[in-house]
């Protein structure tokens, strides 16, 4: 290459930089690709993954599970470090309406001592439209209630379609409106602070934590509620439970809980549909103190509703993001401080 075109590409580079763009490279696309067909609503293609679970905590491959918010289905995929392929899926609730199957809205995928665990949102049905009148569609919206109000878990060794022993419970949503702090907020929309899980992960195998995205307390209290496994699924009707409100930040909610090591992390997002901020957090799943991890670098328009760690890195933590609204889930891996400036305390009050 002669000196003359080479000052010439020099030139033009400098000119992109300039102009507050990069270089093609810099610019492509982190996601990981999905190999096979991820099933979304009415056999499509997944748009819409809003959970993600492996049986093991560390290396590769894993087994995995996800889940999009439109089916009653959840989907086993196979993780390798740079890609994941879609597998078989798995049945997990029948409940229909008029002949029409209803959705579970699972919102969130928690693995332990050989189960996986899929928890629906127990919240009102989405309605961005408003096309369901409260007192022409009660009956409808009675049932697409009781069908998001379940957990459903499953026995798996975690090869691809293995899946026995399923078990449904909405003992939750008895544990809910035992709660006083959360029981005025059930089966309200979303867009009014509407009761809405979007989280889920198992404490010391034993304690499932479920996330809410909505309430926020005051405008500023994420609500992470703590019940025994066996109340749940036991043969006891026991209603223990302890509630926990986390600091994170105004106006967002609980989208995800992912175990790692002796933390939970927590992706918190808004409470509301539109515009707004992210972040990953730390929490001990005792306290009520949190460590903000990670302002998550997403434009406005795309909706982190995963949280899955990867591993330990030079300078602390990867972890794969995948997105409500973006094709396939859109898988990212980012890095994350392992440590962070510690929250305010947040009190209901």
């Keep these: 290459m002669t000196p003359a075109r080479t000052g010439w590409i020099a030139i033009l580079l400098l000119g992109v930089m300039a102009a507050g763009m990069q270089p093609s490279v810099a610019a492509a696309d982190d996601a990981w690709p999905v190999k096979k067909r991820l099933i979304g609503e009415d056999g499509g293609k997944s748009k819409d993954v809003s959970g993600i679970a492996c049986t093991t905590t560390d290396g590769f491959p894993r087994s995995c599970l996800v889940i999009d918010d439109n089916l009653q289905d959840a989907q086993f995929i196979k993780l390798?470090?740079?890609?994941?392929?879609?597998?078989?899926?798995?049945?997990?609730?029948?409940?229909?309406?008029?002949?029409?199957?209803?959705?579970?809205?699972?919102?969130?995928?928690?693995?332990?001592?050989?189960?996986?665990?899929?928890?629906?949102?127990?919240g009102h049905p989405r309605d961005k439209d408003h096309k369901l009148n409260p007192k022409k569609h009660a009956a409808k919206i009675r049932a697409k209630i009781a069908a998001s109000s379940q957990i459903v878990r499953f026995r798996t060794t975690g090869a691809d379609g293995d899946a026995s022993g399923f078990e449904r419970t909405a003992q939750l949503r008895e544990v809910i409106a035992a709660e006083p702090v959360l029981r005025d907020f059930m089966d309200?929309?979303?867009?009014?602070?509407?009761?809405?899980?979007?989280?889920?992960?198992?404490?010391?195998?034993?304690?499932?934590?479920?996330?809410?995205?909505?309430?926020?307390?005051?405008g500023k209290?994420?609500?992470?509620?703590?019940?025994?496994?066996?109340?749940?699924?036991?043969?006891?009707?026991?209603?223990?439970?302890?509630?926990?409100?986390?600091?994170?930040?105004?106006?967002?909610?609980?989208?995800?809980?992912?175990?790692?090591?002796?933390?939970?992390?927590?992706?918190?997002?808004?409470?509301?549909?539109?515009?707004?901020?992210?972040?990953?957090?730390?929490?001990?799943?005792?306290?009520?103190?949190?460590?903000?991890?990670?302002d998550l670098p997403f434009d406005a328009k795309r909706k982190p509703e995963g949280l899955l760690p990867l591993d330990k890195t030079s300078t602390g933590l990867r972890v794969l993001i995948v997105f409500d609204g973006d094709k396939k889930g859109r898988p990212t891996p980012i890095e994350i401080s392992e440590s962070g400036p510690r929250s305010s305390s947040c009190h209901a009050g």
Aim: aromatic letters at 8%.
């Design 80 to 122: 390798t470090d740079g890609k994941l392929v879609a597998g078989s899926s798995v049945k997990l609730i029948d409940n229909t309406f008029k002949d029409k199957a209803l959705e579970l809205d699972g919102e969130g995928v928690a693995f332990s001592k050989g189960y996986y665990y899929v928890i629906g949102s127990h």
């Design 188 to 218: 309200r929309r979303l867009e009014n602070n509407g009761l809405t899980i979007e989280g889920v992960a198992i404490k010391d195998d034993r304690t499932l934590l479920a996330g809410f995205r909505g309430p926020v307390l005051n």
């Design 221 to 294: 209290c994420a609500v992470v509620l703590a019940v025994e496994v066996t109340s749940l699924f036991g043969n006891g009707k026991s209603l223990d439970h302890r509630l926990y409100r986390l600091s994170l930040g105004q106006g967002r909610g609980v989208r995800d809980l992912a175990p790692f090591g002796d933390r939970i992390l927590v992706l918190a997002g808004p409470v509301a549909d539109g515009p707004g901020s992210y972040a990953v957090y730390a929490w001990d799943g005792a306290s009520e103190s949190v460590e903000l991890l990670k």
